[in-house]
Each structure stands twice: as structure tokens, then as C-alpha cells.
């Protein structure tokens, strides 16, 4: 085989003993295919298996309920019964069947949950909603869930699961000094506000043994009195202490996403690359970098220059599943990249649309929309 145009992209990787065949994965992305009620449906497994042709060495699943009143919206996937291991097996062989790795993320919303009473570590309103605070009894409840939906993750046939503590949400929550005013073991320092990730490590991990468990980490919110990178480190490296795999490394939530300021940034290539390189200056376990790295160059070059082992693409990917292949060859002019100023997808699955590119073609369009139901 011709050598790769960006070789150290193309060199393998190992996370939690399991070899990656290169640098390139997918991080997960929310776009509505799923059925109602969270099962797997025919566009959601047509739309995976593309990704895993791509060319990518592992894909992350977008996340996965643990249980109905952690869910933010209805076609969120679910994992809280294993009614659903059947579905979920079949995208994770669907992905497998590419020689490509499968790993599921699983999430609770917390205060962004869809739930006539969403929970979070504090009552901190959000869009309106105020969510009660979690008594110490329900947060052993939840890390049990998460422990239950990591163990169905394993029996559908996933490589590896991943835990949602980005993007805001109940991980997260915790850990944030914004979202968490609580004045007991779970709130106040951050060694207390990190405990509620780390014991939801342990138990997942203590139900799934040697499996191994990524975590999406929050490394600032870009919002006033909220998260930084200062107190995303000491989580960081905590989790990387008790074993986890990998960090999948994000900044912004659904309050900042829209903020003037967060909008501009989130327009410049590689937007969260700084975030990734100060997480992998604190800890030894491979990081993964993402946020618009749109250009195969400028990965090969986050990755030649230490600031994170593995490259995240999700909107990337999505527009264009040849990136990788187009990578290989060199052919970086004939990338099909996301346009900065749309946000076409976005509005449709606001909708309960399927999101669909307006750059693909007429005829791929037209085969998503027959494919949802």
C-alpha cells in the first residue's frame, strides 16, 4: 500500500488495550435518526455504517440513555432495559464488520432532560426549568444505572463504552461550580465536586471488569463562574488514576453553544485543541482532541506536535464519510467541508427532522429522508 500523505495520522494507536488502525475516530453526534422512543431505526444503522466505511478506526455512538427521565428527547437512543440490546447490537456489529472499533457513549441529561421533573446536582434553573436536587440515595441510584447501561453496552457486542461528561450534562453538572451548590460530600471543593464522576467510574467499571471506559470530559464551559480548564485538570487526572481509557475532550454547553463570543470561536478551525493540550500536559492516558479540525494537515500537525494522540471529527466525518480515504491520498482540496455560517442540520433536528447536509447530493438526501420514520 501507497504510504499515507499524513503518516503519523495514519500510524496505529492503543486505547485500553484494544489497537486503533490509525488516529481518526468519530465523536459522537446527535442528529435525530434514531425511531421514536430511542430504538435503533434504519437510518441510524445506514448512517453508522457509512461512518465505519470511512476509513475511521473507531466511531463513537452518539449518547445512549440510562434510564427514561435522564433522556433529552424522544429519538435519544436508550440503553436502560435490555429490551434495547438487540438494536444496539446491530449497529456495533454493523460498525465491527469494517474492521472498525464500536464504542457506545451513555448519558444522563440531568437538568437538560426532557422529564416533567429533570434532576441535577443543585436546583439551578435552566431554559426555564428548574431541576430538583439529587438526594444522596437517588446519585447510588444513578451510578448504578450507569453501571447497568455500561453492562448492556458490553453484552451488544461494543468494544468499549464511553461515559457522557460533556456538553453540560448530569456528569458535568457536578462538577461545574455553576450547577453545583450543594453543601455535602458532593459539593463545595472540587475534590468533592469531582467525586460524583469518579464513583460512577468505579462502579461502571467494578460491573464491566477489563472493558474498557472512555469518558467525554467538559474541560471549560465558556460561560462566567462556570467550569474551567483549572478544575477540569483535577478531574482529568483523577479519572485517569482509577483507569479510564481515554479522554474525549469538549468545551461549551447548550447555555454557551449560542453565546455571540462562543459562536465566532466555534467557527476557527481546531477550536478546541487547546482544551485537549492541557488535559494531555496532565495526564499519561491517549486524549482526544475535536472541534472543527476540518483539514487533514492541521490534524496530522496537532498530532506531530504532542497535543492530543487522537483526532475527534463528528461534523467532518458526517459531511463528508471520505475524509479519511481523501486524507490518505493527500487529497485535501476535494474534502467536502462543513460551512461555518450553516446551520441547516441543526434547525432540522430542532424540528424532529432528520439532520441532512445541504451539500450532499440530491440523490443521498433523498435516500435519508425515505429512510426515516
Not at 444522563?108 to 426555564?128: C, K, L, Q, T, Y
Not at 471488569?209 to 465558556?222: K, N, Q, S
Request: positive net charge.
Amino acid at each position: 500500500m501507497k504510504k499515507p500523505a499524513y503518516p503519523t495520522l495514519f500510524k496505529s494507536k492503543s486505547i485500553g488495550g484494544l489497537r486503533l488502525k490509525n488516529r481518526i475516530t468519530m465523536a459522537p453526534l446527535y442528529l435525530g435518526y434514531a425511531a421514536e422512543g430511542g430504538r435503533v431505526s434504519p437510518l441510524l444503522e445506514a448512517h453508522y455504517r457509512m461512518m465505519a466505511q470511512s476509513g475511521a478506526a473507531m466511531i463513537v455512538v452518539e449518547n445512549s440513555s440510562i434510564t427514561p427521565a435522564g433522556s433529552g428527547s424522544s429519538r435519544t437512543l436508550r440503553c436502560d432495559h435490555d429490551r434495547y440490546v438487540g438494536g444496539l447490537a446491530k449497529i456495533a456489529a454493523t460498525i465491527k464488520e469494517q474492521r472498525c472499533r464500536a464504542a457506545l457513549q451513555i448519558n444522563h441529561a440531568g437538568r437538560f432532560a426532557r422529564s416533567v421533573e429533570p434532576v441535577s446536582a443543585s436546583d439551578v434553573p435552566a431554559f426555564g426549568r428548574t431541576p430538583r436536587a439529587l438526594l444522596k440515595k437517588e446519585i447510588t441510584t444513578i451510578q448504578k444505572q450507569f453501571a447497568r447501561a455500561a453492562h448492556r453496552v458490553q453484552k451488544a457486542g461494543f468494544d468499549l463504552v464511553e461515559l457522557h461528561g460533556g456538553t453540560g450534562y448530569l456528569l458535568s453538572q457536578f462538577v461545574s461550580p455553576r450547577t453545583n451548590l450543594r453543601n455535602d460530600a458532593y459539593g463545595g471543593s472540587i475534590d468533592n465536586r469531582i467525586r460524583f464522576p469518579i464513583e460512577t467510574l468505579k462502579r461502571v467499571k467494578d460491573q464491566v471488569g477489563d472493558f474498557p471506559v472512555g469518558y467525554r470530559l467538559l474541560a471549560d464551559e465558556w460561560l462566567p463562574g462556570g467550569l474551567t480548564v483549572a478544575d477540569a485538570v483535577v478531574l482529568a487526572s483523577a479519572l485517569a488514576e482509577n483507569g479510564v481509557a481515554y479522554l474525549s475532550v469538549m468545551g461549551g454547553t447548550y447555555e454557551s453553544f449560542f453565546l455571540p463570543d462562543v459562536v465566532k470561536k466555534s467557527r476557527r478551525p481546531g477550536y478546541m485543541v487547546a482544551l485537549a493540550e492541557a488535559i494531555k500536559k496532565a495526564v499519561k492516558v491517549p486524549v482526544i482532541a475535536a472541534g472543527r479540525i476540518s483539514s487533514p494537515a492541521r490534524a496530522e500537525a496537532i498530532l506531530r506536535d504532542n497535543k492530543a494522540d487522537l483526532i475527534g471529527l463528528a461534523r467532518m466525518l458526517w459531511v463528508d464519510p471520505h475524509w479519511p480515504q481523501k486524507a490518505r491520498r493527500g487529497d485535501d482540496r476535494k474534502i467536502l467541508n462543513c460551512n461555518t455560517k450553516c446551520d441547516a442540520c441543526f434547525q432540522l433536528v430542532m424540528k424532529g427532522q432528520p439532520a441532512i447536509c445541504p451539500r450532499w447530493p440530491k440523490e443521498k438526501r433523498a435516500a435519508y429522508r425515505e429512510l426515516f420514520h
